[in-house]
């Protein structure tokens, strides 16, 4: 599977890491690095992930991820 980003899901996370950046460096690689394998998890096994139920229209292109 595929994850594609939304452009403003994208400059949401990065507009959070750079937040937590501005206080400390190790804490925003750390976010970083968990949400990216979260995402990464998805990617390898999205039958975990249950199908977003928020999302209009969702054809189960959309999963829920929790962190």
């Not at 599977?1 to 690689?29: C, G, H, P």
């Not at 750390?30 to 390898?44: F, N």
């Not at 199908?51 to 054809?59: A, M, P």
Request: proline share 1%.
């Amino acid at each position: 599977m595929k994850i594609t980003w939304a452009s403003r899901a994208l400059k949401q996370f990065n507009d959070a890491i750079s937040y937590i950046r501005e206080d400390s460096d190790q804490n925003a690689d750390s976010v970083k690095e968990k949400i990216l394998s979260k995402i990464g998890s998805l990617a390898e096994a999205p039958v975990v992930h249950r199908k977003d139920e928020y999302k209009r229209n969702n054809d189960g292109r959309f999963h829920y991820l929790s962190c």
